[in-house]
T-cell receptor, first 112, second 117 residues
Framework: GENVEQHPSTLSVQEGDSAVIKCTYSDSASNYFPWYKQELGKRPQLIIDIRSNVGEKKDQRIAVTLNKTAKHFSLHITETQPEDSAVYFCAAFNNYGQNFVFGPGTRLSVLP | GAVVSQHPSRVICKSGTSVKIECRSLDFQATTMFWYRQFPKQSLMLMATSNEGSKATYEQGVEKDKFLINHASLTLSTLTVTSAHPEDSSFYIC?????????????FGSGTRLTVV
């Protein structure tokens, strides 16, 4: 089955700097890769996603890149703000398996 | 946007009792709902996939007799934790598949924090 690894597990950056979180997946059939932001005790919120037919997607300060050959995808947050502090989860999904596999999460701290 | 309502948000129960958690899609029909469990500071672990009108598919290591899932309609799935024990204390969260209504994506419920004492 699918296995998703995520690095780093914790990340601290200064406000205004960029943050990058990387995930790798094992199942080449995976075709949808969402990123979720989860604040303490709350539900995960989808912040950006990318499908396997696209290499990069950007939404304001957030971007995601996908390398299908290497089977990895990354979340990029620019001009970080304290409210970006949260746990971020990547996930991989394929229509055949019909389920998500989540990465272990990255705790991002943006220091003012 | 698509909304998934999950109740209760918090529940405390005595060891040995059962607890039912409901997950409703409010403005779309969900043929498939997923149930996850999340322990503190850990990722979401899929427990089971719930398909409307059929038996749920459980992940390896998840006891189907302990975690009863019912998906009786296109808008409601329930998870019942039977004979709960303290080790079942966790954050349970559902998500719904919107693809039936051609809304690509998965929406999460607000989660249920279960504490078994």
């Amino acid at each position: 089955g699918e296995n998703v690894e995520q690095h780093p597990s914790t990340l601290s950056v200064q406000e205004g700097d960029s943050a990058v979180i990387k995930c790798t997946y094992s199942d080449s059939a995976s075709n949808y890769f969402p990123w979720y932001k989860q604040e303490l005790g709350k539900r995960p919120q989808l912040i950006i996603d990318i499908r396997s037919n696209v290499g990069e997607k950007k939404d304001q300060r957030i971007a995601v890149t996908l390398n299908k050959t290497a089977k990895h995808f990354s979340l990029h947050i620019t001009e970080t703000q304290p409210e970006d502090s949260a746990v971020y989860f990547c996930a991989a999904f394929n229509n055949y398996g019909q389920n998500f596999v989540f990465g272990p999460g990255t705790r991002l701290s943006v220091l003012p | 946007g698509a909304v998934v309502s999950q109740h209760p948000s918090r529940v405390i129960c005595k060891s040995g009792t059962s607890v039912k958690i409901e997950c409703r899609s409010l403005d779309f029909q969900a043929t498939t709902m997923f149930w996850y469990r999340q322990f503190p500071k850990q990722s979401l672990m899929l427990m089971a996939t719930s398909n409307e009108g059929s038996k749920a598919t459980y992940e390896q290591g998840v006891e189907k007799d302990k975690f009863l899932i019912n998906h009786a309609s296109l808008t409601l799935s329930t998870l019942t934790v039977t004979s709960a024990h303290p080790e079942d204390s966790s954050f349970y969260i559902c998500s719904a598949d919107q693809t039936r209504d051609r809304l690509y994506g998965y929406t999460f419920g607000s989660g249920t924090r279960l504490t078994v004492v």
